[in-house]
């Protein structure tokens, strides 16, 4: 159930409905997750700075449950996120910051209950 947050100070006409279904497909593939378990959220138009300039920037969340846990594992994610990103959007790689979060099972409440119970 990995959560995604992408934040960026490029403008919300640049992330259709196509690109969110996109960034669901990549970002499962490259967690090795199902599509109907991804949770996504796009906030574009952010007041934002990587490496002290405002140029166009991304900065991705992806908090998971036993795959976001190892420098090797997200060293993968990371290759083909950034694969995704700069193809998709046309930045430079360092113009993308992406943080891993590992996430429990106790951390992420569904159906009332947590995914520990689940």
């Known amino acids: ?15 259709s409905e196509d690109f969110l279904k996109k960034l ?16 996504l959220v796009v906030t574009p138009g952010v007041k934002m700075m990587i490496a002290g300039s405002c140029s166009p920037c991304v900065m991705l969340s992806v908090s998971a449950i036993g795959v976001t846990d190892t420098a090797d594992k997200n060293k993968e994610h990371s290759a083909k996120i950034f ?7 046309g930045l430079p790689e360092d113009r993308i910051v992406i943080v891993f979060h590992a996430l429990e099972p106790h951390q992420v409440g569904k159906k009332g209950t947590v995914m520990s119970f689940l």
């Not at 159930?1 to 403008?11: A, G, H, S, Y």
């Not at 669901?24 to 949770?39: D, F, I, Q, V, Y």
């Not at 694969?83 to 959007?89: D, I, M, P, S, V």
């Open 83 to 89: 694969q995704f990103l700069t193809t998709e959007l």
């Open 24 to 39: 669901c497909s990549s970002t499962a593939a490259a967690l090795g997750k199902p599509e109907e378990r991804m949770n």
């Open 1 to 15: 159930m990995p959560f995604i947050e992408l934040q960026t100070n490029l403008d919300a006409s640049r992330f």
